[in-house]
């Protein structure tokens, strides 16, 4: 849209203005201060991190140009290639999750109903917690003795469990508070669809005696693709990305068991301080999360072709 | 009827997570540590423990933390406002769309990548003992909320009244200043508190960038876990006092909040 107005614009200056010199747009004074912003602290980090990743640099020592060795050394280390694994069952999980459940929630609140207006900013109070605060409350919950879930569990007679102190229950147990924390987002961004949809189809459906779930599932539910889309494309670069919530509470462990890239990234850098190592992490961690938005955005133009979103 | 249950159950369902919590929260910092150790566990204590809360605002360092997260995020939030909002109406009125590219980058960068080389950035340049570094590194996460929702905010703004006072003989500057931010003011409620509210949050920058004097208040909570293994009611209540201001701001200001965020701008770093 925005691309074939631009153009039309720039079409009708060059018919009517062509002999003029360029001069600057009068609206740049506006932008500069930003732009310069940007340039320090968005667009410089970038390309010295480029740099950087071709270089042998660890804190302390000169740098030396090693070529592509940095990039190389990535498939051969199996701290990396795991991490990159846990990375992906990591968002797989958040994405698919908070999706349902948000879905569900926007549901709900789409009803009018006595206290919807302070449950709601209750139910959105998680996303905008200070992350490491309730990172802690949630270390506290998860405490295999003192630990309140474990407590919950043996009122409904399930067996108690080592929730994020196990390797092989620690990424679910993470993925349960990335979930609470990041479902009402979800949520604000369904109902936002929801609250656009037109009332017609659900009238001429109640006329014909379609069930509520019926409903959901034939007339809402395509509708609101396009905006589930949008969330889940939003939750995969947050959940890919995810660290305070990882770092506060296991710091990658027990071991290495939830080390996800971006984990493993902080220790490179400023653990062991190997700078050009980490800044191809960095790039390659980029590339990976640019890869998975344009996967979804792919999925989107399928489904749309497939016509599952009419 | 059976509708009117099952809409209780389903409200109770969503929320009860998100109250539950809090109200454990608030439990856990309220208890002494003996009640906290309790199995089964206590939920409302005979003996209320107030002194965690004293403990804490009391140690000699809280106020020092308070101070710098202050300054940090207001320092960010209003450079960021300053340069932002400005440039979000220069975006918007040039039609600039693809300028927009910059922030969507900005969004999905990693908050570490930027880490690394500012980090190097503000050894070289002596910084490090300072709040400087904090506050520039906070404008990532603040420029880039404050300029996508002012292209926003001034894309619905209708530009009659900007023409009419163009007419009228007034320079670009004073028809933003005086025709433009005016009726943008609820963007700029908008976009301020999204700004406060993310770069108050962010913890990532500060356990690289902040030394012993100058951690902000997430990182100082970070850091109390290590010392306090067993303490828990000190603890949740430094966690508790630590995200309240965010916690109020979001019950005052819910609106604002669900405007900004469905915008699509939703945090950096």
């Given at each position: 849209?925005?691309?074939?107005?631009?153009?039309?614009?720039?079409?009708?200056?060059?018919?009517?203005?062509?002999?003029?010199?360029?001069?600057?747009?009068?609206?740049?004074p506006f932008v500069l201060p930003a732009l310069i912003v940007v340039l320090s602290v968005i667009i410089f980090p970038w390309l010295f991190t480029i740099w950087m990743s071709f270089q042998e640099w660890k804190v302390g020592s000169p740098t030396t140009f090693v070529g592509f060795a940095n990039y190389l050394r990535?498939?051969?280390?199996?701290?990396?290639?795991?991490?990159?694994?846990h990375t992906l069952s990591y968002t797989a999980l958040s994405v698919v999750l908070p999706l349902v459940l948000g879905t569900f929630a926007a549901v709900i609140f789409h009803i009018k109903f006595p206290g919807r207006g302070i449950l709601r900013a209750l139910f959105i109070?998680?996303?905008?917690?200070?992350?490491?605060?309730?990172?802690?409350?949630?270390?506290?919950?998860?405490?295999?003795?003192?630990?309140?879930?474990?407590?919950?569990?043996?009122?409904?007679g399930l067996p108690p469990q080592l929730w994020v102190f196990h390797p092989g229950t620690v990424i679910p147990s993470l993925v349960l508070v990335e979930t609470w924390q990041w479902t009402p987002l979800v949520m604000l961004i369904v109902l936002g669809g929801i609250a656009a949809l037109p009332t017609e189809p659900y009238e001429s459906?109640?006329?014909?005696?379609?069930?509520?779930?019926?409903?959901?599932?034939?007339?809402?539910l395509p509708l609101i693709m396009p905006f589930l889309f949008i969330a889940a494309m939003i939750r995969a670069i947050d959940a890919v990305k995810s660290f305070d919530i990882i770092f506060a509470i296991t710091q990658g462990g027990p071991g290495t068991a939830s080390e996800t890239i971006n984990l493993y990234l902080y220790s490179v850098a400023f653990v062991y301080y190997d700078l050009g190592y980490a800044s191809a992490i960095a790039l390659v961690f980029f590339a990976l999360i640019v890869a998975l938005t344009a996967v979804l955005l792919i999925l989107r133009k399928r489904a749309q072709w497939t016509g599952i979103d009419a | 009827m059976i509708g009117r249950i099952g809409l209780a159950f389903g409200v109770f369902l969503i929320v009860s997570p998100a109250i539950l919590f809090f109200l454990w929260m608030i439990s856990l910092s309220v208890k002494h540590e003996i009640d906290n150790a309790a199995y089964p566990p206590v939920f409302i204590p005979e003996n209320f423990a107030w002194k965690n809360y004293a403990d804490v605002l009391a140690s000699n360092r809280f106020f020092t933390y308070f101070k710098n997260s202050v300054v940090v995020t207001g320092g960010a939030t209003l450079l960021a406002m300053l340069v932002g909002v400005p440039a979000g109406y220069g975006i918007a009125r040039m039609a600039a769309h693809k300028s927009a590219i910059v922030i969507l980058i900005a969004r999905i960068t990693p908050g570490l990548s930027y880490l690394i080389p500012l980090f190097l950035l503000f050894?070289?340049?002596?910084?490090?003992?300072?709040?400087?570094?904090?506050?520039?590194?906070?404008?990532?996460?603040t420029v880039p909320i404050v300029i996508w929702i002012m292209i926003g905010y001034f894309e619905t703004t209708p530009i009659e009244l900007e023409e009419a006072a163009t007419i009228d003989g007034a320079t670009r500057w004073q028809v933003f200043r005086h025709v433009a931010l005016p009726v943008a003011k609820p963007g700029l409620a908008v976009a301020f508190i999204l700004a406060v509210i993310f770069s108050w949050n962010n913890f990532v920058f500060g356990i690289v960038l902040a030394g012993r004097e100058t951690r902000t208040l997430p990182v100082a909570v970070y850091n109390m876990i290590s010392f306090d293994q067993l303490s828990w009611g000190p603890l949740a209540a430094a966690a508790l006092i630590v995200t309240l201001p965010v916690l109020v701001l979001t019950m005052f200001a819910q609106r604002q909040i669900v405007a900004g965020l469905t915008a699509g701008a939703v945090k950096g770093g």
């Open positions: 849209m925005s691309t074939i107005t631009d153009q039309a614009a720039g079409a009708a200056q060059d018919i009517t203005v062509p002999a003029q010199p360029w001069r600057p747009p009068s609206y740049w990535l498939p051969a280390d199996p701290r990396f290639v795991e991490a990159v694994g109070m998680p996303m905008m917690a200070t992350p490491v605060a309730i990172a802690l409350v949630w270390t506290m919950m998860f405490h295999p003795q003192l630990g309140v879930l474990n407590y919950l569990l043996s009122l409904v459906a109640q006329i014909d005696g379609a069930t509520a779930w019926q409903m959901f599932r034939y007339i809402t | 050894q070289w340049l002596g910084l490090l003992g300072t709040l400087w570094p904090q506050i520039i590194i906070h404008l990532v996460v």
